[in-house]
C-alpha cells in the first residue's frame, strides 16, 4: 500500500511538471529561478543591548553554514524537476545552457557557490585524457607536484570539482536591484516623499504598541523608531532568532516582525507604483526578452537563469507584479518563471507557449489571467509585463542626485548673480563714464 501511495504521489508530481495532455506532454522550454541569499549573520553591529547568547563567528553580512545548507538543498530540489523529469539541462555543466548571475555582495555569491555545488556535484568536473596530463602544467616548478598529480587522477580539479562562472555588473544590479539608491538614485527622494505620506504615518501606528513597545523596555532603547528606523533592531533580532542564539528576554515575536519587514518595502521602499515599476522593470525586461530569444531564436540554447540575490530584489520584483505579501521574503527563498510550449504546437509563436510565475513552489495568478493550475497565456503575460515597464529610458528615469532637486534654484540664482554683477558693473562703468564726461565738459568750458 505505501509504494502504491508514494507512486501516486510521485505520478502527480511528474503530471504537474508536465502537464499531461492526452498522449502529448507540454514541454519545459525555459526558467528564471530568483533566490534570496541563504541565512547570513547580522548586518547591524548593536553592542547594546547584547540580544545574542553567543557573539558570530562569521563577519556581519556574511552567510552562514546554515544558509550554505539551505542552498544547497534547493538545488538538489531543483535539479530534480528541471535535470531529472523537465530534462532541461544536460548532466554536466554546459556554458551554453545555464547562466549565473549575483550582486556584487559576500553572501550572494557564496549562495550562488552553495547551490551550484548541488547543480554539479563533486565529480561532475572535466577530466583529462592521458595525453593532455603533461600539457596541464604551469610554467613553474611546483612543490610536492607528483603527490598531487596522483590525488587528481584524470580530475583537472580535485575531487572532480566543477567550477561555474558567476557574473557580476553594473548593468546585472539594475535587474537585481533596481530599488537600491545606488542603482536608480531617485529614490532617495522617493522615499523622503513617502516618510510625509499619510498611507505610511498610518502604517507606522500599527506596530507602536507591539514591537516598538518592547524595544523600548525589554531592549530600553529610546529611538523615536518607525518602520525605517527599527530595521537595524528587527534584522539582529530576525538573524539572532533564526540561527538560534537570541536570548529569550529579547524575543519580539516572530510573526510580528515577519509582518513589519514586509511592511517596510511595501509601505516604504515599494509604496508608490512609481517605485515599484522603477524596482522591476529592468527584470521584467529581461524576462520576456530572453523568453522570446528562446522562442524565436534558434541559436539560442539558453535554457536556464539562475540569479542571487536579496529579500529587497524578491519583495521588489512581486510588488511588480501586483503580488506584495504580508510576510517578509525568508532566507533562501526563490521566485520560479517558466515557460512551457503546449503540446501539440510548433513552437514557432506566441500563442504556442504560456509562462507559470511561483513564489516558493506556489503559483500566482498574474494580472488575474491564469488558470488554477498557474497557466499564464504567453502573449498576455508578455504584454503585462512591458506594461508594468516604466516609460522611456531607465537611467534618465533613475538619474536624480541631491543637487539636481536644486538645480532650477541654482540656475535662478547664478541668473539672479549675473543680472546684479552686471548691474554693478554697469554702474560703475556708467559712474566712470560719467565723470570722464564731466571731465571732459568742464575742461570744454575752462577753454
Not at 97 to 106: A, G, K, M, P
Amino acid at each position: 500500500m505505501l509504494k502504491k501511495i508514494l507512486a501516486f504521489l510521485a505520478a502527480m508530481q511528474l503530471a504537474s511538471l508536465f502537464e499531461i495532455n492526452g498522449d502529448n506532454q507540454d514541454q519545459l522550454y525555459f526558467a528564471i529561478q530568483v533566490t534570496r541569499h541563504g541565512a547570513r549573520a547580522t548586518c547591524n553591529h548593536i553592542d547594546f543591548p547584547n540580544i545574542t547568547t553567543h557573539y558570530w563567528e562569521t563577519p556581519l553580512g556574511h552567510l552562514t553554514e546554515q544558509g550554505e545548507r539551505q542552498h544547497y538543498l534547493l538545488a538538489k530540489k531543483h535539479e530534480k524537476r528541471y535535470r531529472h523529469q523537465a530534462h532541461l539541462l544536460s548532466d554536466t555543466f554546459d556554458p551554453n545552457e545555464i547562466l549565473i548571475y549575483s550582486t556584487n555582495v559576500d553572501r550572494t555569491i557564496m549562495s550562488a557557490y552553495s547551490e551550484l555545488t548541488g547543480w554539479y556535484p563533486l565529480g561532475s568536473g572535466d577530466k583529462l585524457a592521458r595525453q593532455e596530463r603533461s600539457q596541464s602544467l604551469p610554467p613553474f616548478e611546483v612543490t610536492g607536484l607528483e603527490e598531487t598529480l596522483s590525488k587528481l587522477e584524470d580530475d583537472a580539479l580535485l575531487e572532480g570539482f566543477q567550477p561555474v562562472p558567476i557574473h557580476m555588473g553594473e548593468e546585472i544590479n539594475k535587474i537585481l536591484k533596481g530599488q537600491d539608491e545606488d542603482t536608480c538614485p531617485i529614490f532617495k527622494k522617493l522615499k523622503e516623499e513617502v516618510m510625509k505620506d499619510p498611507v505610511f504615518q498610518q502604517r507606522i501606528e500599527l506596530y507602536r504598541d507591539t514591537v516598538v513597545k518592547s524595544l523600548k523596555e525589554d531592549w530600553n532603547l529610546n529611538d523615536n523608531f518607525n518602520i525605517q528606523t527599527v530595521d537595524p533592531y528587527t534584522d539582529s533580532y530576525y538573524s539572532a532568532m533564526f540561527n538560534l542564539r537570541l536570548k529569550k528576554e529579547f524575543d519580539l515575536g516572530r510573526e510580528i516582525v515577519d509582518r513589519l519587514i514586509a511592511d517596510r518595502y511595501n509601505y516604504y521602499t515599494l509604496l508608490t507604483d512609481e517605485m515599484t515599476r522603477l524596482a522591476s522593470t529592468k527584470f521584467h525586461n529581461f524576462v520576456h526578452t530572453r523568453m522570446d530569444q528562446r522562442i524565436y531564436s534558434t541559436d539560442s540554447p539558453l535554457r536556464f537563469v539562475f540569479m542571487s540575490a536579496h529579500d529587497s530584489t524578491i519583495a521588489s520584483l512581486l510588488a511588480g507584479v501586483e503580488q506584495k505579501q504580508e510576510t517578509q521574503p525568508f532566507f533562501a527563498t526563490s521566485i520560479l518563471v517558466e515557460l512551457w510550449k503546449k503540446a501539440g504546437t510548433a513552437g514557432d509563436k506566441d500563442e504556442d507557449f504560456y509562462a507559470k510565475y511561483l513564489y516558493d513552489d506556489q503559483p500566482l495568478n498574474i494580472n488575474n489571467s491564469c488558470d488554477d493550475q498557474g497557466r499564464c497565456d504567453y502573449a498576455g503575460f508578455k504584454n503585462y509585463l512591458k506594461s508594468r515597464e516604466i516609460e522611456g529610458d531607465f537611467d534618465e528615469a533613475c538619474a536624480y542626485t541631491e543637487s539636481s532637486s536644486t538645480t532650477m534654484i541654482v540656475a535662478i540664482s547664478t541668473s539672479a548673480a549675473g543680472l546684479i554683477a552686471l548691474g554693478v558693473l554697469s554702474f560703475v562703468y556708467m559712474k566712470r563714464r560719467g565723470n570722464k564726461n564731466q571731465q571732459d565738459f568742464n575742461r570744454l568750458i575752462s577753454s
